[in-house]
């Protein structure tokens, strides 16, 4: 006998009981869809986590006190900042940001608008931090120096305070004084709960005078010559930290300050989103587990209904290795199909958010989900098979 003849056999077999058939693929398909989309949302998570971070820029470390309230001695200045520029003790340094950071009202024409983020620094920042004005230009340091009262916003704080209007050097109203629109920032991508875009960027000076007052820096955003120099230029702001601020030795566990080094962040960030993956994806491969047992009880089940036909065969000369294909095709037959619609459930869920997050799909996790269907369906089917091809041709023809 062909193959073809067996396979056109095996498909006779699975039409003959339709629904029987349909139920088992059903298992294979929630399987092999749950693997790749759970995958996905794994991966869709790390990208997110990944593009957020990157987002702040990889060469960069931000200075941050340790506690609130500390002493003047131990807060982090603009002097302190300044002396993080140093050729000598600090030649991987290529800028640094003092940062003021609050919240505010900010009021165009009887509308207002709750700034989550308004920031107060120096032009530098804005390279140091991958935020790029798309419409008007940023401030300059003399504007800084000078005190000068203009700012750059987000798209949402423009998009809600200036519906169908040019914002550049149009004026607002933040803490009771007036502000000239110098810029637009490029929009970013916002993921979990707050909203990136939400933020304005104006002079430092400016924000201390208006907003922030004098007191202590809310961070300092420290550019490195490149990425690969990130480590060291840790290495050296925490060397002047630690003069500046008579932090000794033997107190370093307990410095006043905290360095957050945004490549570490990212690779801490990126090996629990694989870990995190690679959980998801044995959660799902357990639904394929169950589907390919379904496969054996059902395969178990048609060997027992079609004892007779087994025996009839057998003993019109038909040889064993015959009816252990057919009955292994069959098995295959139920998990290729039911593999193949659950890529295509996924392909169309994988167009939806899950849970907040934006599904990738991974070739290799499709090729891998068919993969292990296939294999499911050989060796979940051939207990079956090997069982209808040792049946006797005597006592298959004597079954009721």
Same mark, same amino acid.
């Given at each position: 006998?062909?193959?073809?003849?067996?396979?056109?056999?095996?498909?006779r077999g699975l039409s003959a009981n339709k629904l029987r058939?349909?139920?088992?693929?059903?298992?294979?398909?929630?399987?092999?869809? !749950?693997?790749?989309?759970? +995958?996905?949302?794994?991966?869709?998570?790390?990208?997110?986590?990944?593009?957020?971070?990157?987002?702040?820029?990889t060469n960069t470390i931000t200075v941050m006190s340790a506690?609130?309230?500390?002493?003047?001695?131990?807060?982090?200045?603009?002097?302190?900042?300044?002396?993080?520029?140093?050729?000598?003790?600090?030649?991987?340094?290529?800028?640094?940001?003092?940062?003021?950071?609050?919240?505010?009202?900010?009021?165009?024409?009887?509308?207002?608008?709750?700034?989550?983020?308004?920031?107060? *620094? *120096?032009?530098?920042?804005?390279?140091?931090?991958?935020?790029?004005?798309?419409?008007?230009?940023?401030?300059?340091?003399?504007?800084?120096?000078?005190?000068?009262?203009?700012?750059?916003?987000?798209?949402?704080?423009?998009?809600?305070?200036?519906?169908?209007?040019?914002?550049?050097?149009?004026?607002?109203?933040?803490?009771?004084?007036?502000?000239?629109?110098?810029?637009?920032?490029?929009?970013?991508?916002? =993921?979990?709960?707050?909203? !990136?875009?939400?933020?304005?960027?104006?002079?430092?000076?400016? +924000?201390?005078?208006?907003?922030?007052?004098?007191?202590?820096?809310?961070?300092?955003?420290?550019?490195?010559?490149?990425?690969?120099?990130?480590?060291? +230029?840790?290495?050296?702001?925490?060397?002047?930290?630690?003069?500046?601020?008579?932090?000794?030795?033997?107190?370093?566990?307990?410095?006043?300050?905290?360095?957050?080094?945004?490549?570490?962040?990212?690779?801490?960030?990126?090996? =629990?989103?694989?870990?995190?993956?690679?959980?998801?994806?044995?959660?799902?491969?357990?639904?394929?587990? +169950?589907?390919?047992?379904?496969?054996?009880?059902?395969?178990?089940?048609?060997?027992?209904?079609? *004892?007779?036909?087994?025996?009839?065969?057998?003993?019109?000369?038909?040889?064993?290795?015959?009816?252990? *294909?057919?009955?292994?095709?069959?098995?295959?037959?139920?998990?290729?199909?039911?593999?193949?619609?659950?890529?295509?459930?996924?392909?169309?869920?994988?167009?939806?958010?899950?849970?907040?997050v934006k599904p990738v799909i991974v070739p290799s996790s499709?090729?891998?989900?068919?993969?292990?269907?296939?294999?499911?369906?050989?060796?979940?089917?051939?207990?079956?098979?090997?069982?209808?091809?040792?049946?006797?041709?005597?006592?298959?023809?004597?079954?009721?």
């Amino acid at each position: 006998m062909s193959l073809y003849e067996v396979i056109r056999f095996a498909l006779r077999g699975l039409s003959a009981n339709k629904l029987r058939s349909a139920l088992t693929m059903l298992g294979i398909l929630i399987g092999v869809a !749950a693997v790749i989309l759970l +995958v996905a949302v794994g991966n869709g998570s790390a990208k997110a986590i990944s593009d957020r971070i990157s987002a702040l820029g990889t060469n960069t470390i931000t200075v941050m006190s340790a506690g609130r309230g500390g002493s003047s001695n131990t807060a982090l200045t603009v002097p302190i900042a300044d002396a993080l520029v140093d050729p000598a003790l600090a030649p991987d340094v290529k800028s640094v940001s003092p940062v003021v950071s609050t919240e505010a009202t900010v009021t165009y024409g009887g509308n207002d608008e709750d700034v989550n983020s308004f920031v107060g *620094t *120096t032009p530098a920042w804005f390279a140091a931090s991958n935020t790029p004005v798309a419409t008007g230009s940023s401030f300059t340091q003399d504007d800084v120096n000078q005190g000068r009262r203009v700012v750059v916003i987000g798209q949402t704080v423009a998009t809600d305070l200036f519906p169908g209007v040019d914002p550049i050097n149009k004026q607002v109203t933040v803490g009771g004084s007036l502000f000239t629109v110098v810029g637009v920032l490029a929009e970013k991508s916002s =993921t979990g709960f707050q909203d !990136a875009n939400d933020t304005a960027i104006a002079p430092l000076t400016a +924000v201390r005078q208006v907003l922030a007052g004098y007191g202590s820096l809310t961070s300092i955003l420290v550019e490195a010559s490149s990425p690969g120099k990130v480590d060291a +230029v840790q290495s050296e702001v925490a060397t002047i930290l630690d003069q500046r601020l008579n932090v000794s030795s033997s107190s370093s566990t307990t410095t006043p300050y905290r360095i957050q080094n945004a490549s570490q962040l990212l690779q801490t960030q990126t090996d =629990t989103a694989n870990t995190f993956t690679t959980l998801l994806g044995a959660v799902a491969a357990i639904s394929l587990l +169950v589907g390919g047992i379904g496969i054996t009880n059902i395969m178990l089940v048609t060997v027992t209904e079609r *004892t007779r036909e087994i025996g009839i065969r057998k003993a019109l000369g038909a040889p064993r290795r015959v009816i252990l *294909t057919q009955f292994l095709i069959e098995a295959t037959l139920l998990s290729v199909i039911g593999g193949a619609l659950g890529v295509a459930a996924a392909l169309i869920g994988s167009s939806f958010e899950i849970v907040g997050v934006k599904p990738v799909i991974v070739p290799s996790s499709i090729g891998l989900a068919l993969g292990v269907s296939i294999a499911i369906g050989l060796f979940f089917g051939g207990l079956p098979a090997s069982r209808a091809a040792r049946l006797r041709p005597i006592d298959a023809l004597r079954y009721e």
